[in-house]
């Protein structure tokens, strides 16, 4: 059956499910989803995801939103590599660093939030509100980061997961917005690891563009 991606190529939250959907080796057609261009709200993707955001998974006769519910299903569905620890203590850490970036940076972060900062300040005020709150994100990441599983490879153990899945588009954010984190060398040496993977380098947005 078919494996759909309904995203938009710069989404922190499409570029997870990418990262996810690249490791676990499933191949998927996209249709793009313009956020810019307000396409997310239209009745075409209205159809597949009524919240009007991306990214949107059509997989299994299945329509899945929210892209860590659509990681979860992935690793639940297809168990190898696993994208989630075995014990419970872990799988509740990595779960933890997960939503640290997908609950607490990224809402803060996301389009119709900025908009609305530059609408009641500017775009000076737009820029700056989104460098601190990702530093300040990620200096909390930083140190969750430093916990039993891990060895400086990945978010947790030596094999990425859930949680790298989540940072790695963080990051890709961050440098984009001038956030610096040169100074986090937990987090250096995670991108690091993960930067050596193909999986990350296929799901990246420059290599939709």
């Given at each position: 059956m078919r494996v759909v991606l309904h995203d938009y190529w710069r989404s922190s939250a499409s570029y997870r499910v990418r990262i996810a959907?690249?490791?676990k080796g499933i191949g998927y057609d996209r249709v793009a989803v313009d956020l810019v261009k307000g396409e997310q709200r239209g009745a075409e993707n209205l159809e597949f995801n009524p919240q009007g955001l991306v990214p949107t998974l059509e997989i299994d006769g299945k329509r899945l939103t929210q892209?860590?519910?659509i990681i979860e299903y992935l690793d639940e569905t297809r168990p190898g590599p696993p994208l989630l620890p075995s014990s419970p203590g872990a799988?509740?850490?990595?779960r933890g660093l997960a939503l640290a970036i997908a609950c607490e940076i990224h809402p803060v972060s996301n389009l119709r939030v900025l908009a609305r900062v530059?609408?009641?300040?500017?775009?000076?005020?737009r820029a700056s509100?989104?460098?601190q709150n990702i530093s300040d994100g990620l200096e909390a990441v930083e140190?969750?980061?430093?916990q039993p599983g891990f060895d400086g490879r990945?978010?947790?153990?030596?094999t990425p997961g859930l949680a790298d899945c989540t940072l790695i588009p963080q990051l890709y954010n961050a440098t984009?917005?001038?956030?610096d984190f040169a100074h986090l060398p937990r987090i250096n040496a995670v991108a690091a690891s993960c930067a050596d993977l193909a999986a990350f380098h296929a799901a990246a947005p420059e290599a939709l563009t």
């Open positions: 959907l690249a490791l892209s860590l519910a799988r509740a850490h990595v530059e609408a009641l300040g500017g775009a000076e005020a509100w989104n460098r140190i969750l980061l430093d990945f978010c947790h153990g030596s984009r917005w001038g956030a």
